[in-house]
């Protein structure tokens, strides 16, 4: 036992004695270890007391230090070996070595310093000063009602009838502004489509194979269970729906670029969807979250256009302006108008009125076309960078649209590449973590690299860890 | 039967047809003939066919027909009289004697001309310039990663600092901002409440025996059974709460300023609150709706200070500043924290990020204060204007606080009085809408009047229209 294992556990009595219940106990033993880890607190290579002598120590039951310890020798911060004991794994000393950096970070939970993780746009890419303009136009010509609750519970008319012309304008979307609900962004949406979907039994959901594990949640929490699609180099595999059964009343799909395969749903698969649903009754939800950025072809409009009574339309300024805005939008079949806004009751969760009417004259100012074009050429530019960047290493698809891309890896190396990366300070997400549990489709491994989320500055250098974290 | 009866009848046909179901169908008349008298296209007076053979007209069952004759004879629309029919009421012509205006006012759903529904701030009075001044500075200064995703589920710790500082300061809140979580609103923060008391097997939570019916249908959203407490000039008897039984949990109280009846809550009421607390473990929600609004005496404190670990404190922007911006917050106790986060979910429904920030900087700068420093004179004025204008006609109580006061009336003329008024183009609310259903407290007839309501140019006129239909 190294000299700075003793002052650590005399700190971390007092750590301990503020959680509560034996969960607690586990989780704050395992986040002081791994803080002591990843600060240099514990130095590489030393020795940990084995866990019956610790826990007697500690006061507390041994298979809570048994399991503490075999949560971080899975997550690589401690090492494990017959005959050694369990150590402080060797990362540390890769750091200093690769950058001459002290180790130590101060207080705990900082992220990583560079991210590939998806789901952002560059935050540094926010239009400060269009958007104060606009919400000085806005505010200046707001009616006095519209500081007041809503009116109407599908959002202000302003952003409804700005939204209508610009989504058939820029994504083909049919879209009478009565029939658009605003909301706090897709999750919002997703949870009150849920709730319709169980108000009209349905008791499944078809989703891609590859999808956000936050929206299958969702869906769970509504009651409804996922029945995962194929997802190949067309998009899912929409011909299968009808072999799911008749319990499947609605598919959650991104046509215009899957996530995260980064697939365009064929024009084949999207006619058997909208068939399968006119067949069953049952309902398309599109997803079409980063739609506006494509960069090679023609934009690939969205499904919605093919049945504006069997699709419903799901789009938010998350990637396109900031998540931050919360603001997301619906376009509804006619006859699920009424149950949506039931779903949302008397209590209004629509983004703040101030909002959207900035987001109105945001949009019929030509603000929006004009960020979405700069946006645009930035993400096009750190694409061809990255394409550029892994050629010849690893293959690199899904690249034609939005802000992510995937590199296939070798077998068996996804999670020590994502594992390893961290240790150099570089978040990543594997292809594996987006996997339904219950998809048969034969195991790919990738990285899933979200391109669009590194600040304009950091942009080289996480480029660079990307590379050395490629085999 | 008058000429204008047959054409009306013609177009019913095509209303109705878009109706389904029994219930659709009744609405639909029922909407139908109200908007046809209303809008004078059935002239006062106007014989309406019997029940029998208007159901034989439309081909639907006669009691749908009676039904909704009765519901518009209720609200005064028609009236029925032994011999001689259902007829459309005379109010149209009294208005024209009024005003010599044209009765005909265009499409339907148009709200009264005048309000004194209580609820809402003056929305002419929202600060649109030191908004948009706030909203600048803070943009500038904001960091890129205020753009993304929340990374912490309570919300920007800008604002949490900001409020907690304020809080204290004007309302005597013992506020850290680590137990702080914003939200979209009072309703929001009260769905998320109910979900954990829920969730703590709480069956049932006591509220003022008068009270706002949203707030008490949203508790029964959440499973759980409300009970009432006597109201009087001392606010609620809060002495009465460990008569209520042990099933209940939690009492949602408005100790600044009852709402609707404008008590005060007495020193030793708020003992006897945090009493019964302490000794049941239970939970006080202390609804702070307009605690900024005192007028004649010294603030009277949040409850909360008595005891921070047994007072969740409530308090929103939408009577200081707008409803529009969807701002509220939520103090907790410490063994509350997490559960609320749980109940928020993954999904994130604080609103928007660039208001949070806004309204951060809107209150270190002090703009708040001065703001509602601006309102409470304006306010202050308009009561005193009230108080003045009633003065020997009906008692008025309530009014040291708040945007609303209650005008007490004769028995028997609630009703009539609020009738009267919307005939007349005021909208007005009697305190009969406010009773808890279960409530054994003796009747009492009042106004319920808003004056934070109208905007400035409209208070002289509203406030004339409020003493011609007082008895």
């Given amino acids: 036992m190294t000299g700075s294992w003793a002052t650590f556990g005399a700190d971390l ?4 004695a503020a959680a509560a219940g034996v969960r607690g106990l586990r989780a704050a033993l395992t ?32 298979n809570t230090v048994a399991e503490a310890y075999a949560e971080l020798v899975a997550e690589g911060w401690l090492t494990a070996r017959q005959g050694s004991g369990t150590r402080v794994a060797e990362r540390a000393a890769v750091r200093r070595a690769a950058g ?7 207080p705990a939970r900082r992220g990583p310093a560079y991210s590939l993780v998806p789901g952002s746009p560059d935050l540094g890419g926010f239009p ?24 109407d ?12 012309g610009y989504l058939a304008r820029a994504r083909g979307v049919y879209a009478d ?11 919002h949406a997703l949870q009150l489509l849920g709730r319709v979907l169980r108000g009209r039994r349905v008791r499944e959901v078809a989703v891609e194979g590859y999808s956000l594990d936050v929206h299958r949640d969702l869906l769970a929490g509504a009651g409804l269970t996922t029945r995962p699609l194929w997802v190949d180099e067309a998009g899912a595999r929409t011909p299968d729906l009808a072999g799911l059964g008749p319990r499947v009343g609605a598919v959650l799909l991104t046509p215009a670029h899957q996530f995260p395969t980064g697939a365009a749903l064929t024009p084949a698969r999207r006619a058997a969807a909208v068939d399968w649903a006119r067949s069953t009754g049952g309902l398309i939800l599109e997803d079409d979250y980063d739609g506006e950025f494509r960069y090679d072809r023609q934009p690939v409009g969205a499904l919605q256009g093919l049945d504006p009574d069997r699709v419903v339309y799901l789009g938010t300024a998350s990637k396109s302006l900031a998540p931050g805005l919360r603001m997301g939008w619906m376009v509804l079949p006619p006859d699920l108008l009424e149950e949506v806004l039931a779903a949302k009751g008397a209590v209004d969760w629509t983004s703040s009125a101030l909002d959207q009417l900035t987001l109105a004259e945001f949009i019929t100012s030509g603000a929006y ?97 990307l590379t050395a974290a490629l085999p």
């Fill in 100 to 106: 001459g950096r002290q180790a130590v970070r101060g």
């Fill in 31 to 62: 986040e002081a270890l791994r803080e002591a880890a990843r600060s240099g607190r514990l130095a590489p290579g030393t020795r940990l007391p084995s866990s019956r002598s610790f826990a007697a120590d500690l006061g507390i039951a041994r």
């Fill in 369 to 465: 076309d004009r960020h979405v074009r700069g946006m645009r050429l930035r993400y096009r530019r750190r694409r061809d960078d990255l394409v550029a960047a892994v050629a010849g290493r690893v293959p690199v698809s899904g690249i034609a649209a939005g802000l992510h891309a995937v590199l296939d890896l070798p077998p068996g190396t996804e999670r020590s590449i994502v594992q390893a990366a961290a240790w150099q300070d570089l978040a990543l997400e594997g292809l594996a973590r987006f996997r339904h549990p219950d998809s048969q489709m034969p195991p790919r491994e990738a990285l899933v690299v979200g391109y669009g989320t590194p600040a304009t500055s950091a942009w080289a250098p996480t480029l660079a860890a």
């Fill in 177 to 187: 502004p009565d029939r658009i609900v605003l909301c706090a962004g897709f999750a």
């Fill in 13 to 16: 009595h007092v750590d301990l």
């Fill in 128 to 151: 400060r000063g269009a958007w104060l303009a606009a919400a000085r136009r806005a505010l200046t010509a707001a009616p006095n009602e519209a500081f007041g609750y809503a009116a």
């Fill in 153 to 164: 519970a599908r959002g202000r008319p302003e952003l409804r009838e700005a939204l209508a």
